[in-house]
């Protein structure tokens, strides 16, 4: 019996070893090294289900699809203890932020998220992601089982699938048999639109708090769930700069605690350990700050979390590069840099599972009952039903709790005005008290000025809320709870079927806009008001949509209408007449025919690929509405007249065929220029648009006079600042009676990303936005781009034979969360010049 027992024992100990054996490396399981091919992300997929049967250890979530319909995962690693217990350790630790009901308790493991690839060619850590999920499962790996005890690993192999793929059949179908290291090399030298970003050339980097895109939502749904104590996300930066790690650099938002900055010391010191040991070259606290709150470690912070970024030498590097040095960068040395810090990151996190735990508790305890800021409650009028729909829904994304009405007035700080104002609060105005888990990043999303300590920062620095709304709110210093939790207004009823004169549709929000591309894209005649009239008992603004019969009269009018606008939640007015109580009637000159647009978006080397993915976007997936992408090169041999409306965003765009374009422009065709486009159609014939000149101080013409200061080498970046916008609002008066600004009020807030003004316009065109001395709201800007940004155009429109130019200097759609500009570009695109 003993020796049939032992026997057992020894074929159970074979097994186990058959079974460690089993979980293979990822270049057993691919048949090559790290480092020596780029991995298809279908491999890597494929590497991390072979784990998932091969590991007891690990559970893999697919979280989502790209919009190229590549799955998005997520694999989550922990101890036999605590492998079978994730959900428990899930609701437990958002018992702990106050957000599941529950106390939750701190005797739990902490959670460490790894992010991979979020810019598409930066592809090593994809790799290292690999390889850091073999380590974290290998049976004979004693370290790693040792972290495990105490600490949930999460790896997000790669948040951009799309990008990566995009990078990497790029870089394989020009490589040779061996990699050639010369920076000349085709091989370093990505094509139109590059790796980075998205399917519709989004940086998902910065996506991480308005999740205007697909990925981004899917992530920011699971993680949401989870809320990790830390959170590492892994870059590339130029191959000739050595690798960055935390700490971060100054600018960091104020409501940084201590613990997210000492924590991100002491992962530093780890990392800096081993580099040292290697002789591999680092830097921190330079260049990577903490401010902007859309990125993949800030965004986790204004969460509870530890967030960090690492930043690994290498973008267009390839298999190999030769650098500035001499010395040849390869993927496998980048994938050792990762991997490096990868194993650090866990390591620390183990090491401090406790105090993260606990500093993640008192953080949240701290946003409930002590918010941040001046403010403990925000109220926003609701005078927009739409934009405040869209305002919510950013703000269940983000999981910021909120309600409607109050019992009596307020006195707040006036994001209009810029004064303390009291105001009588409504039964359906928004109101958002800031007592609750989420009020560190309520606090950031709405705070008026963000306070910048350093302004040499990486991003912009103005994004509050109210503004990139363009709605109107008040910042209150006492709390105030809401009066209901949903609001209380009727959804719009269906408008009745019957033989209606014509219908009327409001023209304030981009899901009008929906609209009215939907009854376009049906043939359905349409017309605009130019004023404002009223009819039917109703107040309707200049720009409301009017379906007539007259031009419609086919069988089924009624019912087209009506269940087109039923389709998206879209209120309708039916009239019985053409004969309005008050304004123009609908037969008179003030109601224009609106035509069907077809729009060419110009694409390709000169334009920036991501304020060109801003338009394709908004027309494809926000308001479903055909547009042409045509390549900038292919311009000269397009048929210009096939198409009614072009728009050529930001870019810098070589042999700008101004020519061409004014001829089609003068035979009825609109250009709408947006941002440097609108520079270069300066000094060009037919095209009325000039810089605004800089007040020069006379004694400067004399050469023999010194300059008042001298400037120091060591200031040469401080003293660029000076010239700087790294995104500032800015408020300007616009000209709501003209096409442009139809649906808009009489001021519109426009985020700088630049100090570009023009003068205004002669007497062919039309000044409507301008701005004054007084115009600046928020965000840094430079003094000497301060003294220019003053007393001239940012919106225009001139007339040019039978067709018209749009100058929008700034960008109206800045990475589709700035909802503001949206109506105002559509008023581009479908209203001007009708």
């Not at 020894?10 to 186990?16: A, D, Q, T, Y």
């Not at 198409?643 to 609109?670: M, T």
Request: with cysteine; charged share 20%; hydrophobic share 35%.
């Amino acid at each position: 019996m003993l020796k049939k027992t032992f026997l057992f024992f020894i074929f159970l100990s074979l097994v186990c070893s058959a079974f460690s054996q089993e979980v293979r490396s990822p270049e057993k399981f691919l048949g090559y090294k790290a480092g020596e091919q780029f991995t298809p992300h279908y491999k890597i997929v494929e590497y991390f289900r072979y784990i998932e049967k091969a590991s007891k250890n690990v559970k893999l979530v697919q979280y989502g699809t790209t919009n190229e319909g590549r799955p998005l995962l997520a694999m989550f690693i922990a101890s036999d203890e605590y492998i079978g217990k994730l959900d428990e350790i899930r609701k437990n630790n958002l018992q702990l932020a106050g957000i599941e009901p529950g106390t939750g308790t701190t005797n739990t493991p902490v959670i460490c998220w790894l992010s991979y690839n979020v810019h598409g060619n930066e592809p090593a850590s994809s790799e290292t992601a690999m390889q850091v999920l073999f380590d974290m499962v290998d049976p004979a790996n004693s370290q790693t089982k040792t972290w495990l005890k105490n600490t949930v690993v999460v790896i997000d192999p790669c948040l951009n699938p799309d990008g990566r793929e995009r990078y990497i059949n790029f870089y394989n179908s020009v490589k040779g048999a061996m990699p050639d290291a010369s920076p000349a090399a085709r091989e370093h030298g990505e094509p139109w639109p590059g790796g980075r970003i998205n399917h519709y050339y989004f940086d998902l980097n910065r996506d991480w708090a308005w999740q205007t895109q697909k990925e981004t939502q899917a992530r920011l749904a699971l993680f949401s769930k989870w809320l990790p104590q830390i959170h590492a996300d892994y870059h590339e930066q130029g191959y000739n700069a050595p690798y960055y790690f935390a700490p971060a650099a100054e600018p960091f938002h104020k409501v940084i605690t201590a613990w997210q900055r000492e924590f991100q010391t002491i992962v530093g010191k780890n990392n800096a350990k081993y580099f040292d040991q290697n002789g591999w070259l680092y830097f921190t606290k330079q260049e990577f700050d903490l401010l902007y709150p859309s990125y993949g470690d800030t965004y986790p912070i204004y969460n509870g979390s530890i967030g960090m970024t690492y930043e690994q030498g290498g973008i267009s590097a390839g298999l190999a590069v030769v650098m500035r040095t001499g010395d040849t960068l390869t993927l496998a040395d980048r994938i050792a840099h990762h991997h490096s810090t990868s194993l650090s990151t866990v390591e620390m996190a183990s090491a401090y599972a406790q105090k993260l735990i606990d500093e993640f508790k008192k953080y949240y305890d701290s946003s409930r009952t002590n918010p941040p800021g001046d403010y403990k409650t925000y109220v926003v009028k609701n005078d927009n039903i739409d934009k405040i729909n869209a305002l919510t829904k950013m703000l269940d994304r983000n999981g910021i709790l909120y309600g409607f009405g109050l019992k009596n007035s307020v006195s707040g700080y006036d994001y209009i005005s810029g004064k303390t104002e009291k105001y009588d609060v409504g039964a359906n105005d928004l109101v958002i008290n800031a007592y609750q888990p989420k009020s560190v990043l309520l606090n950031v999303l709405f705070e008026p000025k963000t306070f910048v300590a350093d302004s040499a920062t990486y991003d912009i620095t103005a994004w509050s809320l109210p503004y990139a709304f363009g709605l109107t709110a008040f910042g209150v210093k006492e709390s105030f709870n809401p009066l209901s939790a949903t609001l209380n207004i009727a959804k719009p009823a269906a408008a009745a079927n019957t033989h209606a004169y014509a219908y009327v549709s409001g023209w304030q929000s981009v899901n009008d806009v929906k609209f009215l591309a939907a009854l376009l894209k049906k043939g359905i005649k349409v017309r605009c008001s130019e004023k404002p009239f009223e009819a039917a008992g109703k107040k309707f603004g200049a720009g409301s949509l009017l379906i007539t019969r007259a031009g419609n009269d086919f069988a089924g009018f009624d019912l087209e209408v009506t269940q087109t606008a039923a389709s998206i939640n879209h209120e309708l007015t039916p009239l019985t007449t053409g004969f309005v109580e008050k304004g123009a009637d609908l037969g008179s000159d003030v109601i224009h025919f609106i035509r069907q647009p077809h729009v060419m978006l110009v694409t390709g080397d000169g334009v920036s690929a991501e304020a060109m993915g801003e338009v394709w976007h908004f027309f494809e997936q926000q308001i479903n509405y055909p547009l042409s992408l045509v390549r900038y090169k292919d311009l000269g041999r397009t048929r210009l007249s096939d198409f009614d409306v072009a728009i050529f965003p930001d870019g810098n765009y070589e042999d700008f065929p101004s020519d061409k374009l004014e001829n089609w422009i003068h035979d009825g065709g609109k250009l709408i220029a947006m941002d440097a486009a609108v520079g270069q159609l300066v000094d060009k014939k037919g095209f009325d648009i000039k810089k605004k000149e800089e007040k020069k101080d006379d004694k400067t013409d004399d050469k023999n006079k010194l300059p008042a200061a001298i400037s120091l080498f060591a200031q040469r970046d401080n003293d660029a600042l000076r010239n700087s916008v790294p995104g500032a609002i800015y408020k300007i008066n616009l000209d709501n009676s003209h096409p442009l600004g139809f649906g808009l009020p009489e001021y519109y807030y426009s985020l700088k990303l630049s100090d570009d003004i023009y003068d205004y316009l002669g007497d062919n065109g039309w000044n409507v936005g301008t701005i004054k001395k007084d115009g600046y709201i928020s965000g840094f800007v430079g003094q000497k781009s301060k003294e220019k940004i003053k007393d001239g155009l940012l919106l225009g429109v001139q007339s040019l034979g039978r067709g018209t130019v749009v100058y929008m200097v700034d960008d109206p759609i800045f990475r589709s969360f700035w909802e503001n500009g949206k109506l105002l570009f559509s008023n581009a695109v479908f209203m001007v010049g009708e």
